[in-house]
Structures are given as C-alpha cells and as structure tokens.
C-alpha cells in the first residue's frame, strides 16, 4: 500500500523537464546553462530576455520550448512599423450587430515569443507592460484577462546594433531574468557543422513534452518551497549592496528582490531541495539582476560590467 505522502498530482513532472532539457540543449548545442535558465523562469513563472548576436540560436531555443508545451503558442516579428494594436488586439465596428467586436492580439496566448524586440521603438515595446507585469489587457477601457500559464520569451540583439532601440527600464524590470547567448567553442561549432552536414536543419523531433496544467501545478509547487528568514535578508543584502554601487544605482527595485526569490524557488525545487539555500539563490542571481543594472561611467570614467559587478557582491556578502 503506498503511503499517502509519496502521492504527487504530477509524478512525472521532474522526469518530463529532465526530457525537455536535453531536448533543448540537443537542439542549440552549447546552450545548457541557458536551457536551465528558461525552464528556471517558466517555473518561476516569469519572462526572459534572451539577448545576443544574430545566427546563435536565441529564436530556435524560444521556440523550441514553446512547442515542447501543450500550449498556445504566438509570435511577434518586431519591426519598426508595428502597432500596439498589432500585439494587444483591437476593437472592430461589426455592422451586422451594430456594435463594437474585439479582435484579441497575439499576447492571447500562453507563451508569446517577441522576436528581436528591440527593433521596435519603446512605445510600442511598452504595449507589453500590462501584459507581463498583471497578466491582462486593458484595451477601449475594458479588461481582459489572460490565461495561465502566461509566459513572454523575448529576443534581443546586442544592444547598439544597426537599428534597434533600447528597451526603457520598466521593461527590463518585467523580465524575471534574461539569458545571454555567445558563440560556443570551437569543438561545439564543430558538431554543429556536423549535424547540419549530415541531415539539415530540423525541427526538435517528438510532440509537447509537457501539459500546460502540469506547468501550472509545477509552478504552484515551487511557490510553495520554504524560504527562511536568513535567506530572505542574504538576498536583501545582494540587491541593497548593487544598489550602493555606481552602476546599480536606483536601478534596482523591489521586484528585483522578489524576482531573486521566486527563481531561487524554482531552482531549488528542480534540485528537489526541502528549502532554498544560499547555493540557489547564487546559481540564479546574475540572470536575474545583470539585466536590470543600468551602465553608468563611475567617477573615474570606467563603466563597469553588470556579471562582474553582481560576482563581485556574491562574493563579498555574508553566507548564512
């Protein structure tokens, strides 16, 4: 007779994100760390940023995850043309009935994939604030919800390149972390050549790993996971200590604590931990706060790099 407390809704849940990652990492090689980081943010239940040079696969693992999930699934192609209609929706007068009828935008969906986002000016990249930050669209004065689980994956070219646009900070705020792709080793390059040598380009082989209600009971999983008082106040130290340097500061907010906590949940949960400890909350911190430090020249004229100032706090702060 089983005994009640190994009963789990979704047995298979941690079997099936095993699946999905080496899914992922099998099709963008070298990206391992940045497939932990996606599945991190998807059970946290946040949005990413993925940035990096064109040609490196930031598209191809966004969209592999989404079609690894049985889930609704829409992509925006940003482009300086776009309309904030174009990605919320819009209200059409039907002449039939004599009234106003919405039209939803592609954001109606559970994971939306915002391709090269910052190709677009930021008035229409803040069509998405309501969306990311209250999982709603207000739209002719009325507001609809959006189904769970709702998860924006954007891409983003390295800042300054021919015709992108900086996303404004509350935008960067809104991601709950953001992942940066490089080019991987030569080795890797290699086997890249390899595989496309030998059959092409292909689409991840295999149907939806994972249920949209088994990401929902995941995440509400993770929510769940202790965090105790010490672990709180280390995190407090990180984000107040960014703070009080020359790049980070004001530039990071509350949610930025929290955005630590609820990913250091969810990596902790992947680690079957009872509780977050210090180790999860390091593994997770320069995704989710590199991003939100805003580059400033200090008072010596040097501007400083967000990873490395976020290392240099880890290392310095009091583990509890």
């Given at each position: 007779?089983?005994?009640?407390?190994?009963?789990?809704?979704?047995?298979?849940?941690?079997?099936?994100?095993?699946?999905?990652?080496?899914?992922?990492?099998?099709?963008?090689?070298?990206?391992?760390?940045?497939?932990?980081?996606?599945?991190?943010?998807?059970?946290?239940?946040?949005?990413?940023?993925?940035?990096?040079?064109?040609?490196?696969?930031?598209?191809?693992?966004?969209?592999?995850?989404?079609?690894?999930?049985?889930?609704?699934?829409?992509?925006?192609?940003?482009?300086?043309?776009?309309?904030?209609?174009?990605?919320?929706?819009?209200?059409?007068?039907?002449?039939?009935?004599?009234?106003?009828?919405?039209?939803?935008?592609?954001?109606?969906?559970?994971?939306?994939?915002?391709?090269?986002?910052?190709?677009?000016?930021?008035?229409?990249?803040?069509?998405?604030?309501?969306?990311?930050?209250?999982?709603?669209?207000?739209?002719?004065?009325?507001?609809?919800?959006?189904?769970?689980?709702?998860?924006?994956?954007?891409?983003?070219?390295?800042?300054?390149?021919?015709?992108?646009?900086?996303?404004?900070?509350?935008?960067?705020?809104?991601?709950?972390?953001?992942?940066?792709?490089?080019?991987?080793?030569?080795?890797?390059?290699?086997?890249?050549?390899?595989?496309?040598?030998?059959?092409?380009?292909?689409?991840?082989?295999?149907?939806?790993?994972?249920?949209?209600?088994?990401?929902?009971?995941?995440?509400?999983?993770?929510?769940?996971?202790?965090?105790?008082?010490?672990?709180c106040r280390y995190i407090t130290?990180?984000?107040?200590s960014l703070r009080k340097t020359?790049?980070?500061?004001?530039?990071?907010?509350?949610?930025?604590?929290?955005?630590?906590?609820?990913?250091?949940?969810a990596a902790a949960w992947m680690?079957?931990?009872?509780?977050?400890?210090?180790?999860?909350?390091?593994?997770?911190?320069?995704?989710?706060?590199?991003?939100?430090?805003?580059?400033?020249?200090?008072?010596?004229?040097?501007?400083?790099?967000?990873?490395?100032?976020?290392?240099?706090?880890?290392?310095?702060?009091?583990?509890?």
């Open positions: 007779m089983l005994v009640a407390a190994t009963l789990r809704p979704y047995p298979s849940v941690r079997d099936n994100l095993q699946s999905l990652h080496q899914r992922l990492t099998g099709t963008v090689l070298g990206a391992e760390n940045s497939s932990f980081l996606l599945i991190t943010a998807l059970l946290a239940g946040g949005h990413v940023l993925i940035q990096g040079p064109p040609g490196i696969g930031k598209t191809t693992l966004a969209a592999t995850l989404a079609k690894s999930i049985e889930a609704t699934f829409s992509r925006i192609q940003f482009t300086p043309d776009l309309l904030p209609s174009d990605i919320v929706g819009y209200s059409m007068f039907h002449q039939g009935t004599g009234q106003f009828q919405f039209i939803p935008g592609p954001v109606f969906s559970n994971i939306v994939l915002a391709d090269e986002i910052n190709r677009t000016s930021p008035r229409i990249q803040s069509a998405l604030f309501e969306c990311m930050g209250e999982q709603q669209v207000t739209v002719d004065g009325v507001t609809r919800k959006l189904n769970a689980p709702f998860m924006v994956i954007a891409t983003q070219n390295n800042l300054y390149a021919t015709g992108t646009f900086p996303l404004p900070e509350p935008q960067l705020d809104r991601f709950l972390l953001s992942i940066s792709m490089t080019l991987p080793d030569l080795e890797t390059q290699a086997q890249l050549l390899k595989m496309h040598a030998q059959r092409g380009p292909q689409p991840p082989e295999g149907g939806p790993i994972l249920h949209a209600s088994e990401v929902i009971a995941a995440q509400r999983e993770c929510a769940a996971v202790p965090v105790n008082d010490r672990v130290v990180i984000c107040e020359d790049a980070g500061r004001g530039a990071l907010s509350a949610r930025a604590s929290i955005a630590v906590m609820r990913a250091a949940q680690d079957n931990a009872p509780a977050v400890y210090p180790d999860h909350v390091k593994s997770i911190a320069a995704a989710v706060l590199a991003h939100r430090l805003i580059l400033r020249d200090n008072r010596h004229g040097q501007t400083g790099d967000p990873a490395s100032l976020v290392a240099n706090v880890l290392q310095n702060a009091p583990v509890p």
